[in-house]
């Protein structure tokens, strides 16, 4: 009790400072990423409830058992949770604690660890084959209705299936003379951008728009500003998906299309045709080029026409730039002089062969590389300064 007779008022439990966490974090983000955030925090309590229902506050947590116990029983869960729904409550978990520490709450460090998530799947590009593109294509073509046209725009386009069913009436934009582009409003990434587009890809506008005048009222009303009819709901991305799904089966496709399938097609056909890794980037509406790695399919086709080129034209051969090293041949004896231009050798080496890299993980790793030799390298100036001391 205070000094007023009063009772002092009792901290939070570790429930309601995670749960009014979740309630701040719903103020900037999107409802379906703040579903992913409660959906991980409820299963950590329900684990801790459980197995240790003596923890009720955010000091009492540790790694060893809290964290790890919790990791463990994710795997174990019944059903089984996949590698990316064990990743994703790991993230969301890791972010929130992350926000609690800054926020000035008494965590332990390194509760979750990056060796704690699990591998994730690799899977191979889903580009169609350029016959199952072409017979899909056509079939959609000749079925000439609004489900088909829009999938022929996602297809020409590399939109997202729900950046369609949300194109604004006027998404069709006039940049100069000739020079058209779809304006795409804000999707998946809270971005907007605008996709350079050409006579076909009017054409196919120009005939939504036709098919679109011919729609029954009630379906109209429903979608005032829209440019296909009851756009932005269930059915209308169920009922695209099931059209693509037909229009494949009787085109004789090898495969089941899905329409994300239509996106990565578009983008190894872009690669195809000489645009570059950063437009491409920037086509598809993408913030990290990782990603727009994963959409390319290289096909035996391309590797082909890339070796018969390259033989028909050796006069634009490459050439590496030699690099410049320290000289080392003047102390190659093994003391700390030596040793320490080696190292500067090396780290040398190591920066030229980093900026050559695009994959900003690789980039990190190898930047925490050369910190480490930089303290070997500083190492042995303080043990070489020692001898010298020594010997004086």
Known sequence: MTHSGRLRPCPASLEEILEDHVQILATTLQRYTVKNYRSAIHQFLFYLRAAFPQVHRLSQLHRDP???????????????????????????????????????????????????????????????????????????????????????????????????????????????????????????????????????????????????????????????????????????????????????????????????????????????WGVSLPALMQLLGHKDIRMTLRYLQITQQDLQREFHLARQNPAHRHFLPELTLPDISSSPSSDPLGIRQALAATRHLLEMYRRKLIDEKTRRTLQRLDKRLLAVALQLDRLGIAQKMRKD
């Open 66 to 272: 809290h964290l790890l116990g919790w990791f463990r029983w994710l795997c174990e869960h019944d059903p089984p949770l996949c590698n990316t729904t064990r990743e994703k409550y790991l993230i969301c978990l890791r972010r929130v604690f992350h926000d609690l520490t800054v926020n000035g709450h008494s965590l332990p460090c390194n509760l979750i660890l990056p060796e704690d998530f699990p591998p994730l799947p690799q899977h191979l590009p889903r580009a169609l084959s350029p016959e199952d593109d072409q017979r899909l294509q056509q079939q959609l073509s000749r079925i000439d209705d609004l489900p088909s046209n829009a999938l022929l725009l996602i297809r020409v386009t590399g939109i997202r299936l729900g950046e369609c069913i949300r194109l604004p009436l006027d998404c069709l934009r006039s940049l100069g003379q000739d020079q058209w582009a779809l304006h795409v409003p804000l999707g998946k990434l809270r971005t907007e951008r605008l996709v350079p587009v050409n006579e076909n890809v009017r054409q196919i506008i120009n005939r939504i728009l036709v098919l679109r005048a011919q729609a029954p009222a009630y379906r109209l009303a429903k979608s005032t500003g829209f440019l296909l009819p009851r756009s932005g709901g269930f059915y209308a991305l169920q009922g695209l998906r099931t059209a693509l799904s037909r229009s494949a089966e009787r085109a004789g496709c090898s495969q089941h299309v899905s329409p994300h399938q239509l996106r990565h097609t578009f983008a190894s056909e872009m690669l195809r």
